[in-house]
């Protein structure tokens, strides 16, 4: 492949800033290959609170914390149409404009306006874009960012899934980092087992193996028929298992791929039954993992 022949993707991120006093991290975007970033910005959706300093972007393995902005802006009580970006180098201040007068933002002398910077994550570890932030009380306001980038690799960027205006996880253990799989019910003999490191967020996932019946599965009991629900999280299969996604009467309500790395879903269904079935065709000896589930109820 000739480096350039595709034109830029872009990915966007609405966050609800939350927290405080002290440091906030909130992850804005997964990085699951290597990546050339072009632009990074965020406008103001919903005025910010006063009190928020020491604003930057950065990449985080989950041990490390890389800066792609110095430590040094003030976003304290920004108005709704208010600006936020990255300059060209990790040394320069995240770039503020508000929106209380007109105004031209230019990036610095000499920027490369293709490609700033290049990404490159873990191996075999959830590493994120983040927007992290000092609250002096508490922090409010919605920022909307926005990110360009190349990827020449399989993956790239994937959003990481927004919960704050949703209802509560009714799923028990549905990011996966409880001891054991004791909130979850194997079916079609399937072997549940927590493995790491996680797919999504903190440090383990679950896998569901093959143990000598079709369509093996795990399941909870926690919907009510006629309800409708709205379920997020991530899968990835070993390259032979389908991750599948199955209610009782609707059938399978999201379908993966065999082999085509990790998963992202997001699907709003009107159940008709309890159960919610994370499952995947096989019927040979075989896996796929889950994690980051998120099940709320819509309606």
Same mark, same amino acid.
């Given at each position: 492949?000739?480096?350039?022949?595709?034109?830029?993707?872009?990915?966007?991120?609405?966050?609800?800033?939350?927290?405080?006093?002290?440091?906030?991290?909130?992850?804005?975007?997964?990085?699951?290959?290597?990546?050339?970033?072009?632009?990074?910005?965020?406008?103001?959706?919903?005025?910010?609170?006063?009190?928020?300093?020491?604003?930057?972007?950065?990449?985080?393995?989950?041990?490390?914390?890389?800066?792609?902005?110095?430590?040094?802006?003030?976003?304290?009580?920004?108005?709704?149409?208010?600006?936020?970006?990255?300059?060209?180098?990790?040394?320069?201040?995240?770039?503020?404009?508000?929106?209380?007068?007109?105004?031209?933002?230019?990036?610095?002398?000499?920027?490369?306006?293709?490609?700033?910077?290049?990404?490159?994550?873990?191996?075999?570890? *959830? #590493?994120?874009? &983040? /927007?992290?932030?000092?609250?002096?009380? $508490?922090?409010? =306001?919605?920022?909307?960012?926005?990110?360009? @980038?190349?990827?020449?690799?399989?993956?790239?960027?994937?959003?990481?899934?927004?919960?704050?205006?949703?209802?509560?996880?009714?799923?028990?253990?549905?990011?996966?980092?409880?001891?054991?799989?004791?909130?979850?019910?194997?079916?079609?003999?399937?072997?549940?087992?927590?493995?790491?490191?996680?797919?999504?967020?903190?440090?383990?996932?679950?896998?569901?193996?093959?143990?000598?019946?079709?369509?093996?599965?795990?399941?909870?009991?926690?919907?009510?028929?006629?309800?409708?629900?709205?379920?997020?999280?991530?899968?990835?299969?070993?390259?032979?298992?389908?991750?599948?996604?199955?209610?009782?009467?609707?059938?399978?309500?999201?379908?993966?791929?065999?082999?085509?790395?990790?998963?992202?879903?997001?699907?709003?269904?009107? *159940? #008709?039954?309890? &159960? /919610?079935?994370?499952?995947?065709?096989? $019927?040979?000896? =075989?896996?796929?993992?889950?994690?980051?589930? @998120?099940?709320?109820?819509?309606?």
């Amino acid at each position: 492949m000739i480096f350039g022949e595709r034109g830029p993707s872009q990915a966007t991120k609405t966050i609800t800033l939350a927290g405080g006093p002290g440091p906030v991290e909130q992850d804005l975007f997964l990085v699951t290959a290597p990546v050339e970033i072009s632009s990074l910005s965020g406008v103001v959706e919903t005025a910010l609170a006063a009190g928020l300093t020491a604003a930057y972007f950065d990449v985080y393995d989950g041990t490390a914390s890389v800066p792609l902005t110095l430590n040094t802006a003030v976003i304290s009580s920004l108005p709704a149409g208010s600006w936020i970006g990255k300059q060209y180098e990790a040394s320069d201040a995240m770039t503020v404009q508000s929106s209380s007068t007109a105004a031209l933002v230019e990036l610095s002398a000499g920027s490369d306006e293709m490609h700033p910077c290049i990404v490159v994550p873990k191996d075999g570890v *959830s #590493t994120y874009i &983040r /927007l992290c932030y000092m609250v002096d009380s $508490a922090a409010s =306001g919605v920022i909307r960012v926005r990110l360009e @980038y190349e990827s020449h690799y399989p993956g790239g960027i994937s959003r990481v899934q927004d919960t704050t205006a949703r209802g509560p996880n009714i799923l028990v253990d549905g990011d996966m980092e409880a001891a054991g799989v004791g909130a979850w019910t194997a079916g079609s003999s399937a072997v549940l087992t927590k493995e790491t490191p996680a797919l999504f967020n903190g440090s383990q996932k679950m896998r569901i193996t093959y143990g000598g019946s079709s369509n093996p599965s795990a399941r909870q009991d926690v919907m009510s028929p006629g309800s409708t629900y709205r379920v997020t999280g991530c899968a990835e299969s070993d390259g032979t298992a389908v991750p599948r996604l199955y209610v009782v009467g609707l059938g399978d309500i999201w379908t993966g791929a065999a082999g085509a790395g990790l998963q992202f879903f997001d699907v709003t269904f009107a *159940s #008709t039954h309890a &159960r /919610l079935y994370l499952t995947h065709t096989l $019927a040979v000896p =075989g896996h796929a993992d889950w994690d980051g589930l @998120y099940l709320s109820l819509e309606s």
